[in-house]
């Protein structure tokens, strides 16, 4: 199957059968729990994952080699933690043979490129051994989630207990039991601009993609899709590390990610087209044509 | 075998680190060279004075002008090859060997270096400091496979070298300064980190989200920029990265 939703194998609504790692978790824990199961079976030594940064929901790519360390970084934050630029590092300063990666789907095209055109990537291509995409309709910089929780949501950012994109509002939920909602309509002018030009919604790329879109509260969406990645999911779900629905019987199901993949995916790529003529007879960069 | 193709490794200006990197494929290269590919020239690998003909030349370093040798050879290079590769930063760019001014013993007098593509036209750019061995194997691989593979074979060796014979086409001169001419002044980065990890003096670090380039480190190789997704991003080869993946393993088995 390919299209918006890219090729996979195998798609289900799914939970961590973990209590621990579902009370920390932003949906069902799919993330933490395959990267816990990988890093106890061996399938890798450590996973580049988005931690605790210098400031409150500032994140921060760093290798955890241990449950403990995998455990401080569930959750989602809203801003951009530069996952890739951790890869090369993993496999020299760590030392690490067999590498997990969790990242958003315009990662997941970086890790691959770096697989077939690995320029500045010495030995690393063949030590991916588990790259996790996350679904992601658009990102933002630690300075604009900012401004959205402490200048329109009038919280500070430290008294802040989870954020979530759902339901077309985003919401910001309080250490003390607060919630606000934003619609998306404030949100959507601090968006990154680099976000404008993607072509990927559910992380057509990565071995396995998850996100809350098309499964109830408390579960995640997920799509198995290399030959990989289906090795690694049958095991764990042998293992008993996850609940599992069909998605067929899960509401709202495909249909809802199949259309917000496909929103996505025609609003870019008209931008992609808009940029070609953004000028008078002049036009920005298009990355799908060349490096030129 | 009878349809090898024939590659030659001509060194210019450069620190052989290049030629390390192709030697790094260990087990690999030695498959290469088995079934794929005869070595024809190369300084250090094959006992021959002149540059024969060839089909595929991996040219390293940059071209010192004043070396009236290095001149000759790289012009005779285009003549006897049919795809002229820029293996390395130095090639590619000129790398280091563009803060060079001369003074050093015992040839004080050899103070300016080129890219090749200043001089001669080159058709491949394999970017970075020293250049990736496995990037140096795939374009080996799609080399033979465009020359005497099937048309399928074909087809795919001309889709994947397709980026790479662009960087040649978009010029000879790199800087850590393309991720901000190129990508974010364009508004086209959206921080991923592949710079700061393809940078081999880890002269970018990342600030909220962006590169942030030391330009007095950056040695000017290349690898940041070639190794961008938003500098290209081709959906006709990376998605197959499964299955080409397979073939390159299953070929050098």
Known sequence: ????????????????????????????????????????????????????????????????????????????????????????????????????????????????????????????????????????????????????????????????????????????????????????????????????????????????????????????????????????????????????????????????????????????????????????NKGLRNPYLGPK | MADKITVGHVHMSGCTGCLVSLADNYGGLLTILDKYADLVYGLTLADVRHIPKMDVALVEGSVCIQDKISVQEIKETREKAAIVVAVGGCACYGNITRFTRGGQQNQPQHESYLPVGDLIKVDVYIPGCAPCPQLIRNVCVMAYLLLKGNKDQQELAKKYLTPLMQLADRGTEACGCDLMYDVVNQGLCMGCGSCAAACPVRAITHEYGKPNVNREMCIKCGACYAQCPRAFFNFDVIPEFEGIMDAIDAALK
């Open chain 1, 1 to 280: 199957m390919a299209g918006e939703l890219g090729k996979y194998k195998l798609c289900v609504s799914a939970r961590s059968s973990d209590k621990a790692i579902l009370r920390k978790a932003q949906d069902g824990g799919i993330v933490t729990q395959l990267f816990k199961f990988a890093l106890e079976e061996g399938i890798i030594d450590g996973a580049i994952v988005a931690g605790p940064g210098d400031e409150p929901w500032r994140p921060r790519p760093f290798i955890a080699t241990t449950v403990e360390e995998l455990m401080t970084a569930s959750g989602t934050k809203y801003n951009i933690s530069p996952q890739v630029s951790w890869i090369k590092e993993a496999t020299r300063s760590y030392g690490l043979d067999k590498i997990g990666i969790v990242g958003t789907p315009c990662q997941m095209q970086a890790v691959r490129k770096g697989q077939l055109y690995p320029v500045g990537l010495r030995d690393v291509p063949d030590k991916i051994k588990l790259a996790i995409g996350i679904f992601c309709m658009e990102n933002f910089s630690y300075q604009s989630v900012k401004q959205l929780v402490e200048d329109h949501a009038a919280m500070k950012l430290d008294a802040v207990k989870k954020m979530e994109i759902g339901k077309g509002k985003f919401w910001v939920y309080g250490q003390r039991g607060q919630v606000v909602q934003l619609p998306l309509k404030v949100t959507h002018k601090y968006e990154q601009p680099g976000c404008h030009v993607c072509l990927d919604y559910v992380a057509n790329l990565a071995d396995v993609s998850t996100g809350s879109v098309g499964s109830p509260d408390g579960w995640s969406t997920v799509f198995v899709r290399t030959k990989n990645g289906d090795d690694i999911w049958s095991k764990a779900i042998a293992a008993g590390c996850f609940e599992t629905k069909p998605i067929e019987q899960v509401k709202p199901g495909l249909e809802l990610v199949t259309k917000l993949a496909t929103e996505k995916i025609s609003k870019n790529q008209k931008t992609v087209e808009e940029r070609a003529k953004f000028g008078v």
